[in-house]
């Protein structure tokens, strides 16, 4: 079950964990939330697969961000490991009742009505003044088993947890990935009529991975909500479910790895953008974009796989 | 009473918004299978355009009847340009591709111009309210009505009109719906197919800015207007079936009351009753009120 691509990533993953603390404190901010993202990615990634793009993403990970955020405004429970659980719970969970209805949607359909829904609840947290409206709210600092770090040790204890979550996750999905349900992704992309002719119930299939993505997201958004201490309706709004397809792009759906580089690589284009030219940097993800699916259609993903294999294309002679 | 037609004539003021900006989407969406999120930046564009035309030319003295012209000209002008730039600069290279990484395309074409327009109009909001404030209201009974609103009702009727006239009677207009049918077998009959996308593409830019210059003088032109436009047509667009103009009119009157009554009766339902709306729509209707059975393929 463990392949050499499983060890090389849990020694990457040790090894990002083992430089944190001598990284500056802006690049363990940035990587926290570029990590955290990641793993909504991760679940856009498993969508995609099946031809299926949500719009509406935000939804889930908003849903991941407030259930933390109320929880900690409400009651006195602190603990990371359990808001980020009740967090995915909660995302799980309304990923598996709107399943329901969105499982039976495909190509642009999907995507619109997933909008549609998110923007449900962008409308909700932006009118109700207990979720804060427009300014929503500040998330107390979590404790890690009674552990209690503040400052720079909670921005680097934060990071720890993200990295551990994601090098969880990055393992549970690969192996979804070879699952059967997991492989089954790419016939639902080609003809799903036929899959349907073999005996398999697509619809179904589809609201599995909504409720896996969905856990994902609500994962990311309740680590992005402890992270930047804070959450607000945008968190639901269609301009970041927007940002999650942009990185989904950029990385390509061809491997787990390529969720987490085309995340960080995302988050250090937009701030490296914002830091050079802060009036248009939205002109240089525009075209980032453009050109990614342009001219690297796989995404940032196929690159390293061009590279692995190059030395064996000049081997093979001129076949291509 | 009051209230009833307050909510009557509020929603119809904003059903008219709702179609001008969706009729352009979908009537792209309808011909190029193409989801344009770009749509936002025509209508921003056309909304910025109206503002720098009504600069130009209120407080001058000029009849003030023409300033109104000149801004919608302005800004469909505006449209033309940017429409014709964006569909053979951009959208030509990746036709054939997925629709939904053309959905992508555009969005990424929609970033661009957000910064485009800060590039052009600087980061400060304009008012464009002399048109508004010289066409006057009527009293009808206890309800104030801003004659500028008629105007947009009545524009907007114009537009539906106008536009089922053309798809269904004129030359053009059977073409069109022929390449809706179906594109290839329209280009085996010898449609010539490309030049037909283009000018759908920029009719209906230029029907997004004309909805941008329509609302300049009611809104506060600003950065970001575009970004929550957007969603709002796609809503109108999906409510009604998407691709259909009698769709749009509509999924835009539907909207457009629901929201209006839901100002009036529970203001904290607003920004919900929109796509709540759209999401019951699709529950019973998957592809929206207009929509028309796509074969399936095997």
Known sequence: MLSRAHITGALAFAAVAAVAPALPPWLVSLATIAFANALVVLGLIILWRAGLVPFGQALFYAVGAYAVALISRYTSWRDVFLLVAIGAVAAGLIAFLIGFLLARYRDIFFAMLSLALSMILYGILVKTETLGSTDGFNVEPGTFFGYRPRGAALNLALFWLVLALSAVAAFLISLYFKSVAGTLAVPVRDNEIRLEFLGVSVNRLIHLKLVISGILAGVGGALAALAVAHVDPNMAYWTTSGGFVFVTILAGAGSVAAAFVGSLVFELLRSIAVDLVPGTWQIILGSALLLTILFLPEGLGSLFQRLRRAPQKTSAGTAR | ?298
């Open chain 2, 1 to 298: 009473m009051l209230t009833a037609l307050a909510i009557l004539t509020d929603g119809l003021v904003y059903a008219a918004y709702l179609f001008l900006v969706a009729v352009g989407l979908t009537l792209i969406f309808g011909v190029m299978k193409i989801l344009n999120v770009t749509h936002g930046s025509f209508y921003a564009f056309g909304a910025y355009g109206a503002a720098t035309a009504v600069g130009i030319y209120y407080d001058r003295g000029l009849p003030e009847a023409g300033g109104f012209l000149f801004m919608v000209l302005l800004a469909m002008a505006i449209g033309l340009v940017l429409g014709f730039v964006l569909e053979r600069g951009v959208l030509r290279l990746v036709y054939g591709k997925d629709e939904v990484v053309i959905v992508l395309v555009t969005y990424a074409v929609f970033l661009m111009l957000e910064d485009v327009i800060v590039l052009i109009w600087g980061p400060r909001s304009y008012g464009a309210y002399q048109p508004m404030v010289a066409a006057g209201s009527i009293e009808i009974g206890d309800l104030v009505l801003s004659n500028y609103d008629i105007l947009l009702v009545a524009i907007a009727a114009l537009v539906a009109v106008v536009s089922y006239w053309a798809l269904k009677y004129t030359r053009y207009g059977r073409l069109l719906t022929v390449v809706i049918f179906n594109r290839e077998t329209a280009a085996a009959f010898g449609v010539n197919v490309t030049l037909v996308y283009t000018v759908t593409f920029v009719i209906g830019a230029m029907l997004g800015a004309l909805g941008g210059a329509m609302m300049a003088p009611k809104i506060s032109v600003t950065l970001g207007i575009g970004v929550e436009v957007i969603v709002l047509a796609f809503a109108v667009v999906a409510t009604g079936g998407m691709g259909s103009i009698e769709g749009a009119l509509i999924g835009a009157l539907i909207v457009g009351i629901c929201r209006a009554a839901a100002v009036h009766l529970v203001p904290q339902l607003e920004l919900f009753v929109i796509y709540a709306v759209m999401a019951l729509v699709l529950i019973f209707r998957p592809y929206g009120l207009f929509s028309r059975a796509a074969p399936r393929k095997i």
